[in-house]
């Protein structure tokens, strides 16, 4: 596995690769890499010849008041997950190397980035769009990878690629989860141990309406009081939002007829939470 920090390096081993005329397998992230990573680099490696991870801890992304300095920075830890899950370069810029002096170009995308999280972190899709389409200009990857735990981002970047006729193929992979049912993130580390005890009421609330779903009722009135419920049993929990929306297009519906989505996102603490199920 190699490691390079520049764009003149990462264009070179890329150039080099392309010669080969095979597949490219790319898998974005911030780093702090967790078991959830570890599956995406993992699925990379098994469908592509050769697999990139990209570690950059992306300022646009990350609103006022949010934690961007504090977001955990572990490279050589993560270098070390990145080997054993099968990658073979990992790109790991600064914030210098990615927006360079009179850097001005920006991507908004539509509808689909205003709900949920969209609605609470202004200009946080905008950033993710923005560093992950220059990554796609840089890499060119056949295939890239994304976690569910993170869907609107997800759903935010199929419609980019589907908007610019990307070649990229968008890969969904199911959220990874703890023992107990709490979704991978690295943000987890903030909790303490009573919070992480409590932050299971999450994934209960998800399972409840999971449940109630299964057994017939499709009335989003009724499946979100579910949840409500479930959530109203821990009140250390700020709920930010919890809303079913329809999928993939993330627009209110008042009864789930083909596939929808549950989002759920709050505070324990000082920590935000997210995590969702598609029904």
């Known amino acids: 596995m190699k490691l390079v920090h520049s764009l003149a390096e990462l264009r070179e081993e890329i150039a080099s690769h392309k010669k080969s005329q095979k597949s490219i397998g790319f898998v974005p992230t911030m780093g702090a890499l967790h078991e959830g990573h570890a599956s995406l680099m993992r699925e990379a490696r098994e469908n592509n010849d050769f697999v990139v991870l990209s570690i950059f801890v992306n300022p646009t992304q990350f609103g006022v008041n949010e934690d961007f300095s504090k977001y955990p920075r572990t490279l050589p830890e993560d270098c070390k997950i990145a080997e054993a899950s099968g990658v073979d370069l990992v790109f790991a810029p600064s914030a210098e190397e990615m927006y360079p002096l009179g850097f001005q170009t920006y991507i908004e995308v539509g509808k689909v980035a205003e709900p949920l999280c969209g609605k609470f972190r202004p200009g946080h899709f905008r950033g993710v769009t923005t560093v992950v389409n220059r ?10 990878y994304f976690g569910q735990k993170d869907i609107q981002q997800c759903l935010v970047l199929l419609r980019m690629v589907k908007d610019f006729g990307s070649p990229v ?13 709490l979704a991978m993130s690295s943000r987890n580390r903030y909790l303490s141990a009573t919070e992480r005890k409590k932050s299971l009421v999450i994934y209960r609330a998800l399972q409840a309406v999971e449940l109630l779903h299964q057994q017939g009722e499709t009335e ?10 479930e959530l109203a049993r821990v009140p250390e929990f700020e709920l930010q939002y919890l809303e079913i929306l329809s999928y993939p297009d993330l627009e209110k519906i008042e009864t789930v007829k083909d596939q929808a989505v549950i989002a759920i996102a709050g505070f324990l603490g000082k920590t935000r939470l997210i995590d969702n199920s598609i029904l």
């Open 135 to 144: 990554l796609f200009n840089l890499i060119e990857p056949t295939r890239a």
């Open 169 to 181: 193929e968008l890969v969904i992979c199911p959220t990874i989860r703890e023992k107990d049912g």
């Open 220 to 229: 989003v009135a009724e499946l979100s009081l579910a949840a409500e419920q």
